[in-house]
């Protein structure tokens, strides 16, 4: 099965595909889609848009699994963000593939056995569990594979880490 993890963002979305096989899980790709600054709000939606359903299209994935929002002081921030990810909604629903959303505290707790886990140490687990040779950059991309992995065990255990 081929997960599709998303770590959303309006300025850079980190992407990280994965294929689960028994107990066995391996990258399949990972990387980041970059906005510019000077593009208008709706010409970085776009891109969002055009690059996700891209790696749907190549890759093909069963499901996807994207991170809430968190905010605490930046509503302005939060409500764009939530905007780019209604564009990762439907480009999942375009494609008939499920999709599951994770709060962050969720996905260290499934990766690290840790709601409060540091950003390192979600990282080390992520290239330790998928046999790199490093940790995977862009940060966000660490972070989707990150997303995809914990979607996986949610999927073979049945067990939600809430």
Do not use: W
């Amino acid at each position: 099965m081929k997960i599709l993890g998303i770590d959303p963002g309006t300025l850079v979305v980190g992407y990280g595909i994965i294929e689960k096989s028994g107990s066995e899980v391996k990258v399949i790709d990972f990387g980041a889609i970059k906005t510019e600054k000077n593009q208008s709000f709706p010409e970085r939606l776009k891109t969002i848009h055009t690059r996700v359903t891209d790696l749907i299209s190549i890759h093909k994935p069963d499901q996807m699994a994207v991170e809430e929002v968190f905010f605490s002081k930046n509503f302005k921030s939060a409500i764009k963000i939530g905007e780019g990810r209604g564009i990762i909604f439907l480009c999942a629903a375009t494609s008939n593939i499920p999709i599951t959303e994770y709060a962050a505290r969720v996905v260290k707790k499934a990766i690290v056995g840790n709601g409060n886990a540091h950003k390192g140490q979600v990282q080390e687990m992520v290239k330790v569990i998928l046999r790199l040779p490093e940790i995977p950059q862009p940060e966000d991309a660490s972070d989707a594979l990150a997303i995809a992995i914990c979607h996986s065990h949610n999927l073979q255990t049945g067990h939600s880490y809430f």
